[in-house]
């Protein structure tokens, strides 16, 4: 199974490092067909089907109809690989745009924008974004241990966190108070990983709203 890396061994994310063409190859040496968007796909399917246990270059490869070492002309490692991978799935949880919201009534029209205005909006927004992320961790159960063993911060999962950080905005909080209440959500949703295929929707839900009670009220009495 994968781990983190060995005492000693130094990695750098995927993320952090441009990628040069290696030496002494052409381009046109590369194996027709594929590239690193393709071998990304497949290694979801593939941890998708058979698990993060029994993930292997070679049977990555296989699938692809190519030799193990192909694969090396996109990533360096099988950790470049998996990173890329949870970065995908990440992208699966990210909320959709909303419908355009109706006029303001003329009472509201000068609070409209006004970050917290609309109480029933960012609770709403954090309820959508949770249970995407709760299904995201229930298509693929590999995501929990490798968020675990990787760092997070490829495009997509930029892209959860800044949608996270504009809903605490719109509660209002401010300092330590707004600080506890993003690092209240980020562990429940975390936590919510190991036992996502138990816990009911039910049960998840009402967990969730029990801590959207507790931000607004935090936030009534700021």
Not at 23 to 46: F, Q
Not at 119 to 138: D, F, H, S, T, V
Request: hydrophobic share 45%.
């Amino acid at each position: 199974m994968v781990t983190a890396a060995d005492p000693g061994e130094i990695r750098t994310s995927v993320w952090l490092v441009a990628r040069p063409a290696p030496p002494g190859r052409r381009r046109t040496e590369a194996p027709s067909g594929l590239d690193r968007d393709r071998i990304t796909t497949a290694t979801v399917r593939l941890l998708d089907a058979d698990g993060l246990a029994r993930f292997s270059m070679r049977r990555l490869a296989a699938g692809l109809g190519v030799t193990a070492m192909s694969l090396y002309w996109y990533v360096d490692t099988k950790h470049d690989l998996l990173e890329l991978a949870l970065d995908r799935a990440l992208g699966e949880s990210a909320p959709q745009p909303a419908p355009p919201a109706p006029p303001a009534p003329p009472t509201q029209a000068a609070r409209a924008g006004q970050p917290g205005a609309d109480r029933a909006g960012w609770p709403g927004g954090l309820r959508e974004l949770a249970r995407g992320y709760r299904r995201m961790l229930a298509d693929h159960p590999w995501v929990a241990p490798l968020s675990a063993v990787y760092p997070n911060i490829g495009p997509h999962a930029r892209a959860f966190d800044a949608a996270l950080q504009r809903l605490m905005d719109d509660t209002g909080l401010v300092g330590a108070a707004r600080t506890g209440a993003h690092l209240a959500v980020r562990q429940f949703l975390n936590g919510s990983g190991g036992a996502v295929r138990r816990t009911p929707e039910g049960d998840f839900c009402l967990a969730l709203d029990v801590l959207i009670a507790g931000i607004e009220a935090k936030a009534a009495a700021a």
